[in-house]
C-alpha cells in the first residue's frame, strides 16, 4: 500500500542540473575534457567524486586524488556560487504543488538528494516544511545507484520501503530507487529513464491520485 513519496532535488523539484551542468562544462573546457550530452547524462544523480571520474574518463591526461580534489572543490565552488542566487521562484514549475498534494492525499513526503549542497538548495528554495524526513549526501556513504539514500529514507519514515515511491530525473537514481524495492516514477526523456515504471515529461504532470490508482491498493 502506497504510503509515502520520496522526491529527488536536483532536476525534479529544482532546476539546478543545468546549474551543476554549467559547472561541470567550465572545468572540463579548463582541462580540455569533452564533455558531450551523453556524458553529462551519465553524470547526472551521481555523487560529486563519482561525476568527476565520468568526466575524466575521456580527460588528455590521468589525475592523482589530490589534483581530483582540486578539481572537485573547483566545480564546487562555482556551482555554490551559481545557487546562491536562486530563490523560491527557481522552484521547476508545478514542484510545491506537486509535494502538496502528496501531503494532502494522506501520504508522507521525503526528500533524497546525493547532493552535499542539499541543505543550503532547501533553505534558497524554501522547501523545508514540504518534507517529514530529509535524507542528503552527508547522512550516506554510497551513492546513487546503490539504494543507500532510498533505504535510508523510508527508514527515515518508519516504513517498509515498499510502501514507498521514489521520483528521480536520473538513470542511477532510478536504479537506485528499484535497488531500495520501491516503484519509481521518472520525470525526464524516455531514452534516458528507460528504466522506470511510470515516465512523465516534467514534476507538473506529477498526479498523486492517477499514480494511486495505477499502484493499486
Ligand atoms: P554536490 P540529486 C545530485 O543531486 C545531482 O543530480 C548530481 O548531478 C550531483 O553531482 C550530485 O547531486 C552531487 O552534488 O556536488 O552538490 O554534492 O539529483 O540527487 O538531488
Ligand atoms: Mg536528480
Not at 42 to 66: Q, T
Not at 131 to 153: C, R
Not at 187 to 208: C, H, K, M, Q, T
Request: aromatic share 4%; net charge negative.
Amino acid at each position: 500500500e502506497l504510503k509515502a513519496v520520496v522526491f529527488d532535488l536536483d532536476g525534479v523539484l529544482a532546476d539546478t542540473a543545468v546549474l551543476h551542468r554549467a559547472a561541470w562544462q567550465q572545468l572540463a573546457a579548463e582541462i580540455d575534457a569533452p564533455l558531450d550530452e551523453a556524458t553529462a547524462e551519465r553524470m547526472k544523480g551521481v555523487d560529486r567524486m563519482g561525476s568527476l571520474e565520468i568526466l575524466l574518463e575521456h580527460a588528455p591526461r590521468r589525475y592523482g586524488d589530490a589534483e581530483k580534489a582540486e578539481l572537485a572543490a573547483r566545480k564546487n565552488a562555482r556551482y555554490a556560487e551559481l545557487i546562491e542566487h536562486l530563490d523560491p521562484n527557481n522552484l521547476l514549475p508545478g514542484a510545491r504543488a506537486a509535494v502538496e498534494s502528496v501531503r494532502h492525499a494522506g501520504l508522507k513526503t521525503a526528500l533524497a538528494s546525493a547532493s552535499r549542497n542539499a541543505p543550503r538548495l532547501i533553505e534558497r528554495l524554501g522547501i523545508a516544511d514540504l518534507f517529514d524526513y530529509v535524507v542528503d549526501a552527508s547522512h550516506i556513504t554510497h551513492s546513487k545507484p546503490d539504494p543507500e539514500i532510498y533505504l535510508a529514507a523510508a527508514a527515515g519514515l518508519g516504513l517498509a520501503p515498499a510502501d514507498c515511491l521514489g521520483v528521480e530525473d536520473a538513470a542511477a537514481g532510478i536504479a537506485s530507487i528499484h535497488a531500495a524495492g520501491m516503484a519509481a516514477v521518472g520525470i525526464g526523456r524516455a531514452d534516458a529513464l528507460a528504466e522506470a515504471d511510470v515516465l512523465l515529461p516534467n514534476i507538473a504532470a506529477f498526479d498523486i491520485d492517477r499514480i494511486r490508482t495505477k499502484s493499486g491498493p
